[in-house]
């Protein structure tokens, strides 16, 4: 009896030591538990805002990439100064060649460039392949225009058809526009009657040779590629991207079509009002005053409340000089915020909680991995936002977790590397140019130089050796700009036949020119990896490079890739003189 008595006293004291422990564990489990949710959250939610803002970035980077090539067009078509003659039977050659060049800048079949005077009279210019285009022209006012084939920029044009109709240029949108502006002006957006697309057109006046307006020069710009492009960005089915105007209206959008056929049977565009998307809706009520409020270029995010659930909304505004006023915008349902990476981390708090003794000891190992794997790909996102686009994401696990870190470093690649060559690409650059020019408290600029390269004689190599073959000249150039340059040194593609190179440790314009020209040496070198050619046959292109030095040039981004354009244009001007 007194045994069995010590026994149950001795249990008991036992278990009076034992119930506090076990408190204290599920108590401190509970506590790992939240605060591994706490993080996972943060983080997943960091993440996606990350990935949110990356494609409004890139959005916005197709739409400049579209908008910028309108204005060249122009410029080329009519260069600023360039006074126009009160009949266009006097200048038809030039004009007609400069047309050409106009067409020929994106290397895009379709484009279109036009211009019509005070005297009712029209040209223009549409590129129906790489070596053709049509001309369709009237130099007296009463006649319909005529259609000519023209075989390259000096062949000679051959009627095909005759207008039934009288064209008047002066009657157009684009000519009463230009005729009210002092600068470049975008008309209203129109649905295009043959191929159901919208379309804007881009106008600007044209001066007689005594700074009167003698006519005007305009371009058509397509918007299906951006609507193609929005389209098939990699988005959630519970997200949405898309671009909108000031009236609602929309210009491009994923997941449905930005015209619609309306009851009556003709195209109509699509407006946010009648989508039939409450979510779209709501989300341009909140950003409606952002079309005059927000910065041009600075993306922003806020929260929006979509029948009592929380969506997050990121938008850039993008404009121009030429009243271009749209929002790039990027929409996704807090509840698809990488869903399943919160539902499988919720799951882990519960069986945390549920587990005691041994489950302390393995969720402590658990939680220290998943810990510091949530530590890096945090870091991995707060660095890329800050300009580190490299930065190393090692975490090698096979679960949600590990998928998450691939499908970002997928990401990251994909949003930042030129998938020809496998240069840095424009988005990547503007990130390094960021990350190289943002002020350190106490440390001096390092200075560095920015190459702009523009490779010559690419588009007569392209036609002679097909496009194929073009893409293996570029990605042998860009072979030979990495190997000449230092493994510090950065070489990005901005798209076409244009390279930049950051070379870091210059600060002198004799260092800018000897890299310049080690570069030019490399680049004329005979094409090797071209495929087809004739035994004896060898293939080259030379290169234009304009520079500029940080911090003497410009302190900005966009001010030193400016500077290091025009400074190529003025190199190439000589040999276009000759």
């Known amino acids: 009896m007194r045994l069995a008595f010590g026994t149950l006293r001795y249990s008991r004291l036992r278990l009076s030591l034992i119930l506090p422990f076990v408190a ?9 538990g939240v605060l591994w949710y706490w993080t996972g959250t943060r983080t997943i939610s960091n993440l996606s805002q990350q990935l949110m803002d990356e494609m409004v970035e890139r959005i916005s980077l197709a739409i400049d990439s579209n908008v910028h090539m309108s204005g060249a067009m122009l410029e080329t078509a009519f260069p600023t100064g360039l006074p126009a003659s009160p009949d266009i039977a006097q200048d038809l050659p030039a004009l007609r060649q400069r047309l050409w060049a106009a067409t020929s800048l994106s290397g895009r079949t379709g484009d279109y460039v036009h211009y019509g005077n005070i005297a009712g009279q029209s040209i223009g210019l549409l590129r129906t392949n790489a070596t053709q285009a049509e001309v369709r022209l009237k130099t007296r006012e009463q006649d319909p ?20 109709t009288t064209f008047d240029p002066r009657t157009r949108p684009w000519f009463v526009a230009a005729r009210k502006a002092q600068g470049d002006v975008w008309t209203p957006i129109y649905i295009d009657f043959n191929s159901r697309f919208l379309v804007m057109t881009r106008s600007r006046r044209v001066l007689s040779a005594s700074g009167a307006f003698e006519g005007a020069v305009a371009t058509d710009l397509f918007l299906d590629a951006l609507q193609k492009f929005v389209a098939e960005l990699p988005i959630t089915s519970g997200g949405q991207a898309m671009i909108l105007e000031p009236d609602g209206s929309i210009v491009a959008i994923s997941g449905m079509p930005n015209v619609r056929v309306s009851p009556d049977g003709t195209p109509e565009r699509v407006h946010v009002d009648y989508s039939g998307n409450s979510a779209l809706a709501a989300t341009f009520n909140a950003l409606r ?128 590397t030129d998938p020809l060559t ?64 230092r493994a510090d040194d950065i070489v990005t593609r901005l798209g076409g036949d244009e390279f930049v190179a950051v070379v870091r440790g210059i600060d002198s314009d004799s260092q800018a020119i000897a890299t310049c020209e080690q570069l030019q040496e490399a680049i004329a070198q005979p094409l090797r990896t071209l495929q087809g050619a004739a035994a004896g046959a060898s293939a080259t292109v030379d290169a234009t490079i304009g520079y500029a030095l940080y911090p003497r040039d410009a302190t900005d981004p966009s001010t030193l890739l400016k500077y290091a354009d025009e400074d190529m244009y003025r190199q190439k001007a000589p040999s276009r003189a000759g």
């Open 24 to 32: 204290l564990i599920a108590l401190l489990t509970g506590m790992i």
């Open 422 to 485: 496998g240069l840095s690409n424009r988005g990547a650059l503007q990130r390094i140019l960021e990350a190289l020019t943002r002020p350190s408290p106490g440390q001096a600029p390092a200075p560095f130089a920015l190459l702009f390269i523009d490779l010559d004689r690419f588009k007569p190599l392209n036609d002679r050796w097909g496009h194929d073959n073009g893409d293996l000249a570029l990605i042998e150039v860009a072979q030979r700009l990495r190997e000449r340059l």
């Open 289 to 416: 005053q952002s079309f005059d409020t927000s910065t041009p270029g600075h993306r922003e995010s806020i929260a929006v409340d979509v029948q009592g659930q929380a969506v997050q909304v990121a938008y850039q505004r993008i404009s121009d000089t030429a009243g271009l006023n749209w929002l790039a915008v990027v929409a996704l349902p807090h509840k698809d915020m990488l869903a399943g990476i919160r539902r499988d981390v919720t799951l882990m708090l519960a069986l945390g909680l549920l587990v005691l003794g041994v489950a302390l000891m393995i969720g402590w190992r658990i939680f220290g991995g998943l810990a510091s794997d949530m530590r890096q790909l945090a870091t991995a996102v707060r660095r890329v936002g800050q300009g580190d686009i490299d930065t190393p994401i090692t975490v090698a696990r096979n679960d949600e977790i590990g998928e998450l870190a691939r499908n970002f470093h997928h990401m990251r690649h994909s949003l930042f």
């Open 145 to 164: 225009r005529t259609y000519y084939r023209l075989d390259g920029i000096t062949g000679t044009p051959e009627p095909t058809s005759v207008e039934t």
